[in-house]
């Protein structure tokens, strides 16, 4: 029996429609680093000369600007989410009193406002103040690839459920990063970040305290000076006591000598499939920079609002 013409044209119209609606969406998640060389040429310089300032003011600053890109793409995809102040997801417990550089991201944002107002979105200037944070330290550099758009919420709830806890077991720690696409080389790569970053008392006491033997004693007895077993939740210290202000492959060194500061830190090197990559970063400062770049860049793929989707938040704090 033949086939109404009309049913052919309308079956040829549907199938018109999806692969139409298929190539628009490849093409809508397609980021790119020439994103803004039209709408906004001097983006990027502008971005760079704030976080210089930032992080020459303080150090630390640079650890913070990398975690805070991490935390925002591990919850909801790469789209500012963790910079609203409604949503609960800036104050959710993986975050609260933890995550900062808020003030830089603002300040970075105010100044590209000035000169292409809502053209560039909060999601890429997180991406862009890592990257440049990393410079500015001596870290690697690395082509950002831009054109990400901003959320209209935040959620707490994945925050909790997403991001990794300081005293998570290298099983769970890999779980959480395959969920996002990330295999273990990218976790440990990333986890690298950690030779210039600090950490809060209350997030390695109970490894200080635990008579464990995955912990070096003198390394034990050198941090317990500066947090009691009660009190001083708030003091500092670094993750990476070598060589706290260098971007270098001594975090992995210090793993190997059972001298990791949090317990996701160890669980790195505690005979598990990630030795082998710590052995390598530790050998080979150069593989570990690379990695590193790669992973950063994969990372900032996670689950971006593109095309039409999220807004271009005027101040990253609210929604337009």
């Known amino acids: 029996m033949a086939i109404p013409t009309r049913i052919k044209d309308a079956a040829f119209l549907m199938l018109v429609m999806v692969v139409s609606m298929i190539m628009s969406s490849s093409c809508q998640a397609q ?10 040429p001097d983006a990027l310089g502008t971005i760079r000369t ?3 300032k930032a992080v020459s003011k303080e150090h630390r600053m640079a650890a913070s600007l990398i975690r805070l890109h991490f935390h925002d793409c591990f919850v909801q995809g790469c789209d500012a989410s963790i910079l609203l102040i409604s949503g609960g997801e800036r104050t959710a417990q993986p975050n609260n009193n933890s995550v900062r550089g808020f003030e830089v991201i603002d300040d970075a944002k105010a100044q590209v406002e000035k000169i292409c107002p809502g053209v560039v979105s909060c999601a890429d200037i997180v991406a862009v103040a890592a990257r440049d944070a990393s410079v500015a330290v001596g870290g690697p550099s690395w082509s950002v690839k831009l054109g990400r758009r901003d959320s209209t919420t935040g959620n707490a709830t994945q925050a909790v459920a997403n991001l990794p806890f300081f005293t998570d077991g290298l099983d769970i720690l890999i779980s959480r990063f395959h969920k996002k696409g990330l295999n273990i080389r990218d976790m440990v790569a990333l986890s690298g970040a950690h030779t210039i970053g600090q950490a809060h008392c209350f997030t390695y006491r109970d490894r200080l305290y635990s008579n464990g033997t995955d912990i070096d004693a003198s390394f034990a007895s050198a941090r317990r000076r500066m947090c009691p077993a009660s009190g001083g939740n708030m003091n500092l210290a670094p993750l990476d006591p070598v060589t706290p202000s260098s971007f270098d492959n001594y975090y992995f060194k210090n793993l190997m000598q059972k001298k990791g500061l949090l317990v ?3 669980a790195l090197y505690s005979s598990g499939p990630t030795d082998r990559i710590v052995l390598e970063y530790s050998k080979n400062s150069t593989t570990f ?4 770049a790669a992973a950063m860049i994969k990372m900032g793929y996670i689950e971006p609002l593109t095309g039409s989707r999220g807004q271009i938040r005027k101040i990253c704090s609210v929604v337009n």
Do not use: A, E, H, K
Not at 31 to 40: N, V
């Open 31 to 40: 980021l790119m680093s020439t994103f803004y060389d039209r709408t906004c």
């Open 50 to 52: 704030v976080i210089g």
């Open 264 to 266: 996701t830190d160890q």
């Open 289 to 292: 920079r690379s990695d590193f």
